[in-house]
């Protein structure tokens, strides 16, 4: 019987939890028990055999909530399998010094847990869910507005990784 694996992400405007989401329903396919929750609810990780943890980039830092969760578990995530996901408009027309550029920052954020997968995920931008500011923001710097989520890209991404945490 396989064991249960925690899908935990942070998701201000909602496009996050839906990527998590999918990476959930792709593994329950694949017949494993999956909980999909956020990290700031997440208690403990005893119950689980394995940890993907998903958190979208705002202004060039990805949200603190994954940094503080690494912290909170540091030693629990020391001794399980980890993937990781983070989520962006920048894969979107990116070049590949962004990409570098934004794989360091992931790291860093992810630092000292080392996932076995890892993945940049295109996300959504919602003119109606933003503030005032955020809607100034995203036009100062061009952001493209859309869904730009990839759900074949994610499938693939979430059948993947049983075997990279070797269940
Ligand atoms: C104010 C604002 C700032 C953003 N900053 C970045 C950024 O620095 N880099 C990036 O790749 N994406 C950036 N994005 C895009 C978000 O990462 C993308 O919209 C993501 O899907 C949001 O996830 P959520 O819906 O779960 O909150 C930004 C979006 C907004 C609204």
Same mark, same amino acid.
């Given at each position: 019987?396989?064991?249960?694996?925690? +899908?935990?992400?942070?998701s201000?405007?909602?496009?996050?939890?839906?990527?998590?989401?999918?990476?959930?329903?792709?593994?329950?396919?694949?017949?494993?028990?999956?909980?999909?929750?956020?990290?700031?609810e997440?208690?403990?990780?005893?119950?689980? $055999?394995?940890?993907?943890?998903?958190?979208?980039?705002?202004?060039?830092?990805?949200?603190?909530? +994954?940094?503080?969760?690494?912290?909170?578990?540091?030693?629990?995530?020391g001794?399980?399998?980890?993937?990781?996901?983070?989520?962006?408009?920048?894969p979107?027309?990116?070049?590949?010094?962004?990409?570098?550029?934004?794989r360091?920052?992931?790291?860093?954020?992810?630092?000292? +847990?080392?996932? +076995?997968?890892?993945?940049?995920?295109?996300? &959504?931008?919602?003119?109606? &869910?933003?503030?005032?500011? $955020?809607?100034w923001?995203?036009?100062?710097?061009?952001?493209?507005?859309?869904?730009?989520?990839?759900?074949?890209?994610?499938?693939?991404?979430a059948?993947e990784?049983?075997?990279?945490?070797?269940?």
């Amino acid at each position: 019987m396989p064991g249960t694996i925690l +899908v935990a992400y942070v998701s201000p405007k909602g496009s996050t939890a839906g990527i998590a989401e999918a990476i959930g329903d792709e593994l329950r396919l694949a017949g494993y028990r999956v909980d999909v929750t956020e990290l700031k609810e997440v208690s403990s990780l005893e119950s689980y $055999q394995a940890v993907i943890i998903g958190g979208p980039f705002y202004m060039g830092k990805i949200v603190g909530d +994954v940094k503080k969760f690494v912290g909170r578990f540091r030693d629990a995530l020391g001794t399980l399998p980890v993937a990781a996901f983070a989520v962006g408009v920048a894969p979107v027309n990116a070049t590949p010094a962004d990409i570098e550029k934004a794989r360091e920052i992931f790291h860093s954020t992810l630092d000292p +847990v080392k996932p +076995v997968a890892e993945a940049l995920f295109a996300g &959504k931008i919602d003119r109606e &869910k933003l503030s005032f500011v $955020q809607k100034w923001m995203v036009e100062k710097v061009k952001a493209p507005i859309g869904d730009f989520r990839d759900w074949d890209a994610i499938a693939a991404w979430a059948r993947e990784l049983p075997g990279k945490f070797g269940m």
